[in-house]
């Protein structure tokens, strides 16, 4: 029976770190520690002693355990860079959900394995629901900005909104734009001409 | 004619500015690319990128490509540095409560004399004694070492990592007592009044190489035509900012939301060379401050590899005779030879130089008549002669 490993995730946002460490969880009984803070990193991993260290790979404080990953005195615990030679699938998965591990010297690689599979499918499944909730947001928020301008054209012509709609779409072919841009462009000239 | 994308890789620094200008003002475009910039969160995040062939090219501290050669980083296809972006650019800031000492003892904050200053901070330094770089392979790690060294510090000073964003806040915590970082960095944290400017980095060595352009070789080999293409863009773009009337322009551009996304008056101290070096407003002008052409400084001295790659190697107990030789092969004076050629770019006659041995700028024979060479003494006199 393999010992717990101990894996340290670093994430400042709660809403992303919660489910990698429920997908780490499902893989077996780790003992894993979240770090939010910036301030004292270097001194809060060497502390704690992890086997694996799981962080975004754009994460600024990446520079911090690449000094860690150096530091291997005799009394100190050396963390090996991930970047395992022999699985290049696996370090190009990882690359590409954005995320890096580092990983204690000598630690077997089907050890690793599993934590470093379950901690790309989370960030994967993390960059897509948070890609999917940007479009959400954008598109509520052009849909607006065409109601107002229907409100505008609709006011200022006299016409209704069907007509205005048609107006609205003609005129964004005819410029080779996105309804939604000339919208945009309208509400903005509209605000500049209305006095009060 | 279709533009050919090519994506590189820039952390949030003024000197990133070649990158984005070569861009901006169609440098780029008239060699026919489109420059895809991504902005990266950590110099290890710019390293892994290129490695797997994420980004084409990146800016990049110019000692991270000896490290890797020396074996310290992860395994990764090799990487070469084709030419110096910047030289300086980098400021020495300590605390406020350090900074009240010094004054008490009767430092001016001349912003010029490395000893002077060093020999103050021996004094007025707390036993223990910590300084934030930005990563275990800068040219800001180097200047420290060297020059507390050859102020007496009698005690290895600590030397700590703690990245660029975050080191107002370091030192706010008592982290650390100093640090030396690049622009905009240094004064951001004078703006927010937690830190003094004490020295320019070019006033420990005065010409300083601080970033290079990092490829990989594979791609070099590959694609000869799109790596001179971009090396010419980002030639041209340093030739642009050495002019010291466009600076101000610069700064308006890389600070923009897309790039630095910071006031346009932070990125302007650092590339005028005019900075506040204090939370109560005492101003300093350094010329020099950050160089990102003339004097020859885009050229990838192989003896830069070789300096760098002896004093890493004896600070990780490796061999620093193997060391400089694996180091010099990745400071690729082949490819800049071959490719600015054409762009008109003076080529030294040699390839490597005694380090540090010019007082003064100085013409030396070109491949071409003459060239002038800036001046790179360090303030100890230190020279270095590389090995061959």
């Given at each position: 029976?393999?010992?717990?490993?101990?894996?340290?995730?670093?994430?400042?946002?709660?809403?992303?770190?919660?489910?990698?460490?429920?997908?780490?969880?499902?893989?077996?009984?780790?003992?894993?520690?979240?770090?939010?803070?910036?301030?004292?990193?270097?001194?809060?991993?060497?502390?704690?002693?992890?086997?694996?260290?799981?962080?975004?790979?754009?994460?600024?404080?990446?520079?911090?355990?690449?000094?860690?990953?150096?530091?291997?005195?005799?009394?100190?615990?050396?963390?090996?860079?991930?970047?395992?030679?022999?699985?290049?699938?696996?370090?190009?998965?990882?690359?590409?959900?954005?995320?890096?591990?580092?990983?204690?010297?000598?630690?077997?690689?089907?050890?690793?394995?599993?934590?470093?599979?379950?901690?790309?499918?989370?960030?994967?499944?993390?960059?897509?629901?948070?890609?999917?909730?940007?479009?959400?947001?954008?598109?509520?928020?052009?849909?607006?900005?065409?109601?107002?301008?229907?409100?505008?054209?609709?006011?200022?012509?006299?016409?209704?909104?069907?007509?205005?709609?048609?107006?609205?779409?003609?005129?964004?072919?005819?410029?080779?734009?996105?309804?939604?841009?000339?919208?945009?462009?309208?509400?903005?000239?509209?605000?500049?001409?209305?006095?009060? | 004619?279709?533009?050919?994308?090519l994506?590189l890789g820039y952390?949030?620094?003024?000197d990133a500015a070649p990158l984005?200008?070569a861009?901006?003002?169609?440098?780029?475009?008239?060699?026919?690319?489109?420059f895809?910039?991504?902005?990266?969160?950590?110099?290890?995040?710019a390293?892994?990128?290129l490695?797997?062939?994420?980004i084409d090219a990146a800016h990049m501290l110019a000692?991270m490509p000896?490290?890797?050669?020396?074996?310290?980083?992860?395994?990764?296809?090799?990487l070469d540095l084709v030419m110096v972006l910047s030289?300086?650019?980098?400021?020495?800031?300590?605390?406020?409560?350090?900074?009240?000492?010094?004054?008490?003892?009767?430092?001016?904050?001349?912003?010029?004399?490395?000893?002077?200053?060093?020999?103050?901070?021996?004094?007025?330094?707390?036993?223990?004694?910590?300084?934030?770089?930005?990563?275990?392979?800068?040219?800001?790690?180097?200047?420290?070492?060297?020059?507390?060294?050859?102020?007496?510090?009698?005690?290895?000073?600590?030397?700590?990592?703690?990245?660029?964003?975050?080191?107002?806040?370091?030192?706010?915590?008592?982290?650390?007592?100093?640090?030396?970082?690049?622009?905009?960095?240094?004064?951001?944290?004078?703006?927010?009044?937690?830190?003094?400017?004490?020295?320019?980095?070019?006033?420990?060595?005065?010409?300083?190489p601080e970033k290079g352009l990092v490829m990989r070789?594979?791609f070099t080999?590959?694609?000869?035509?799109?790596t001179g293409?971009l090396m010419r863009a980002i030639w041209?773009a340093c030739?642009?900012?050495?002019?010291?009337?466009?600076?101000?322009?610069?700064?308006?551009?890389?600070?923009?939301?897309?790039?630095?996304?910071?006031?346009?008056?932070?990125?302007?101290?650092?590339?005028?060379?005019?900075?506040?070096?204090?939370?109560?407003?005492?101003?300093?002008?350094?010329?020099?401050?950050?160089?990102f052409?003339?004097?020859?400084v885009n050229f990838p001295?192989?003896?830069?590899?070789?300096?760098?790659?002896?004093?890493?190697?004896?600070?990780?107990?490796?061999?620093?005779?193997?060391?400089?030789?694996?180091?010099?092969?990745?400071f690729r004076?082949?490819l800049y030879?071959?490719h600015l050629?054409?762009?008109?770019?003076?080529?030294?006659?040699?390839?490597?130089?005694?380090?540090?041995?010019?007082?003064?700028?100085?013409?030396?024979?070109?491949?071409?008549?003459?060239?002038?060479?800036?001046?790179?003494?360090?303030?100890?006199?230190?020279?270095?002669?590389?090995?061959?």
């Amino acid at each position: 029976m393999d010992k717990r490993l101990s894996i340290v995730v670093i994430e400042p946002d709660p809403e992303r770190a919660a489910p990698i460490v429920d997908g780490l969880r499902e893989i077996g009984d780790h003992e894993i520690r979240i770090f939010s803070e910036e301030t004292g990193l270097a001194r809060h991993i060497a502390e704690c002693r992890p086997d694996i260290v799981l962080i975004d790979l754009a994460n600024p404080s990446r520079d911090i355990l690449e000094e860690l990953a150096l530091a291997s005195g005799p009394t100190e615990r050396p963390v090996a860079m991930f970047v395992d030679r022999s699985d290049e699938h696996l370090t190009r998965a990882a690359v590409e959900a954005g995320i890096s591990a580092y990983v204690v010297d000598g630690l077997r690689p089907d050890r690793i394995k599993p934590v470093l599979d379950a901690a790309v499918a989370r960030f994967h499944m993390f960059q897509r629901m948070r890609a999917e909730l940007a479009a959400t947001r954008t598109a509520l928020e052009e849909r607006k900005v065409i109601d107002r301008a229907k409100a505008v054209l609709m006011k200022a012509r006299g016409i209704d909104e069907e007509a205005a709609y048609a107006l609205l779409r003609k005129t964004a072919m005819d410029q080779g734009k996105r309804v939604a841009e000339i919208a945009q462009q309208l509400v903005l000239a509209a605000g500049l001409l209305s006095c009060r | 004619m279709p533009l050919t994308p090519l994506t590189l890789g820039y952390v949030p620094l003024i000197d990133a500015a070649p990158l984005i200008l070569a861009r901006e003002l169609g440098f780029a475009a008239e060699e026919g690319l489109e420059f895809r910039l991504l902005r990266q969160g950590a110099w290890a995040q710019a390293r892994d990128l290129l490695g797997a062939g994420v980004i084409d090219a990146a800016h990049m501290l110019a000692p991270m490509p000896v490290a890797q050669a020396l074996g310290l980083g992860p395994a990764l296809p090799d990487l070469d540095l084709v030419m110096v972006l910047s030289q300086g650019g980098q400021a020495v800031a300590i605390s406020q409560p350090l900074a009240a000492r010094l004054r008490d003892n009767g430092h001016d904050f001349d912003f010029r004399d490395a000893r002077k200053a060093g020999e103050a901070l021996r004094h007025a330094a707390p036993g223990r004694f910590r300084i934030g770089v930005p990563f275990p392979f800068s040219t800001q790690v180097e200047l420290m070492h060297h020059w507390l060294s050859a102020c007496g510090f009698a005690q290895e000073p600590e030397v700590v990592t703690v990245p660029p964003p975050l080191m107002a806040a370091a030192m706010a915590a008592g982290e650390v007592d100093a640090f030396c970082v690049g622009e905009p960095w240094a004064s951001s944290a004078v703006e927010q009044g937690v830190a003094t400017l004490l020295l320019p980095g070019v006033a420990i060595w005065a010409a300083p190489p601080e970033k290079g352009l990092v490829m990989r070789r594979d791609f070099t080999r590959a694609q000869p035509e799109l790596t001179g293409a971009l090396m010419r863009a980002i030639w041209r773009a340093c030739r642009w900012l050495d002019e010291a009337e466009n600076r101000d322009t610069a700064a308006e551009i890389i600070s923009r939301r897309e790039y630095l996304d910071l006031p346009p008056e932070l990125a302007e101290r650092g590339l005028t060379g005019r900075l506040q070096i204090s939370p109560m407003g005492e101003m300093r002008a350094v010329p020099d401050f950050v160089s990102f052409h003339r004097g020859g400084v885009n050229f990838p001295w192989k003896s830069l590899a070789a300096l760098f790659a002896q004093r890493i190697a004896r600070r990780h107990g490796l061999d620093p005779v193997l060391a400089m030789d694996r180091a010099m092969a990745h400071f690729r004076t082949d490819l800049y030879r071959m490719h600015l050629r054409e762009a008109g770019a003076a080529l030294p006659g040699a390839s490597a130089r005694l380090e540090g041995a010019l007082a003064v700028d100085r013409e030396v024979a070109a491949e071409k008549g003459q060239m002038i060479l800036r001046a790179d003494a360090f303030f100890d006199g230190a020279v270095f002669e590389p090995r061959f």
